[in-house]
């Protein structure tokens, strides 16, 4: 059975009531989108969530960025726990979870920046609990989708990030082209050194409309753990987060 909570240096995440718990790998994920946002976006800039789940990412770049956060949620049980988490953190006055299905978001203006790590991964074998289930396939939510979701509510110039399986890497990031997108930098991520990938984190960013061509990607190889201890990447990415690095 999971913990209940996961206690950060500067917050704490209630995850009882959510299908979907915290993960090294969003932990890896949302430090490293904290980062990035941290030397792109302002005070008054405004960052999405999707699939929000505990609130795990939004309360991550909460901690390094001044921006307001708006988390969406489809599970109401998650709804209500991220809302519970965000307001017991240091920065509820900037925090917000909406309950209800992307697609069906008409928001009063753009997104700065839209973070996401997609709680419908395709292709994998379903689990015998149906809140599992419904967070984690693409019954309800597709890839194709959610990039539409971004597409339709990113700023011309704005960031998106998403975690996705590593083996959608390919065809997530053709979709990704296809709508107008570039993949700025990318970041696989191997459990041990023994291990293949299993996540991909992508920072996309729009196509300039007089360049249609595929911009330089970096691309980056972080092994999560070596022997005991963190890889240095991710553990220089955790330190500002978890309690004992």
Same mark, same amino acid.
């Given at each position: 059975?999971?913990?209940?909570?996961?206690?950060?240096?500067?917050?704490?995440?209630?995850?009882?009531?959510?299908?979907?718990?915290?993960?090294?790998?969003?932990?890896?994920?949302?430090?490293?989108?904290? @980062?990035?946002?941290? %030397?792109?976006? *302002?005070? %008054?800039?405004?960052?999405?969530?999707? +699939?929000?789940g505990?609130?795990?990412?939004? &309360?991550?770049?909460?901690?390094?960025?001044?921006?307001?956060?708006? @988390?969406? %949620?489809? $599970?109401?049980?998650?709804?209500?726990?991220?809302?519970?988490?965000?307001?017991?953190?240091?920065?509820? @006055?900037? &925090?917000?979870?909406?309950?209800?299905?992307?697609?069906? !978001?008409?928001?009063?203006?753009?997104?700065?920046?839209?973070i996401?790590?997609?709680?419908?991964?395709?292709?994998?074998?379903?689990s015998? %609990?149906?809140?599992?289930?419904?967070?984690?396939? *693409?019954?309800?939510l597709t !890839?194709?989708?959610?990039?539409?979701a971004? !597409?339709?509510?990113?700023?011309?110039?704005?960031?998106?990030?998403?975690?996705?399986?590593?083996?959608?890497?390919?065809? !997530?990031?053709?979709?990704?082209l296809? &709508?107008?997108?570039?993949?700025?930098?990318?970041?696989f991520?191997?459990?041990?050194?023994?291990?293949?990938?299993?996540?991909?984190? &992508?920072?996309l960013?729009?196509?300039?409309?007089?360049?249609?061509?595929?911009?330089?990607?970096?691309?980056? $190889?972080?092994?999560?753990?070596? +022997?005991?201890?963190? +890889?240095?990447?991710?553990?220089e990415?955790?330190?500002?987060?978890?309690?004992?690095?």
């Amino acid at each position: 059975m999971a913990n209940p909570f996961f206690r950060f240096k500067q917050f704490t995440v209630f995850q009882d009531q959510c299908a979907m718990k915290v993960s090294t790998d969003a932990c890896i994920f949302g430090a490293w989108m904290a @980062g990035v946002l941290k %030397e792109r976006v *302002g005070d %008054e800039s405004r960052v999405l969530d999707i +699939g929000t789940g505990t609130g795990l990412l939004a &309360l991550m770049v909460a901690q390094q960025c001044p921006a307001f956060i708006t @988390g969406v %949620e489809i $599970q109401q049980s998650s709804t209500i726990q991220a809302a519970s988490n965000m307001a017991s953190s240091p920065w509820s @006055g900037r &925090l917000r979870v909406v309950p209800g299905d992307i697609n069906d !978001f008409t928001f009063s203006s753009s997104f700065d920046a839209i973070i996401s790590n997609p709680p419908f991964f395709e292709d994998d074998l379903p689990s015998p %609990e149906v809140g599992r289930n419904l967070a984690r396939h *693409g019954e309800t939510l597709t !890839f194709p989708q959610m990039l539409r979701a971004i !597409f339709r509510d990113l700023t011309a110039n704005g960031i998106a990030g998403v975690l996705i399986p590593f083996h959608r890497l390919d065809s !997530f990031l053709s979709d990704a082209l296809d &709508l107008g997108f570039f993949c700025r930098e990318q970041v696989f991520l191997q459990q041990t050194p023994a291990h293949s990938p299993f996540r991909a984190m &992508l920072w996309l960013e729009r196509q300039s409309l007089d360049v249609r061509h595929d911009p330089p990607t970096l691309t980056h $190889q972080w092994i999560i753990k070596i +022997g005991e201890d963190y +890889g240095p990447e991710c553990k220089e990415l955790l330190k500002d987060y978890y309690l004992y690095l």
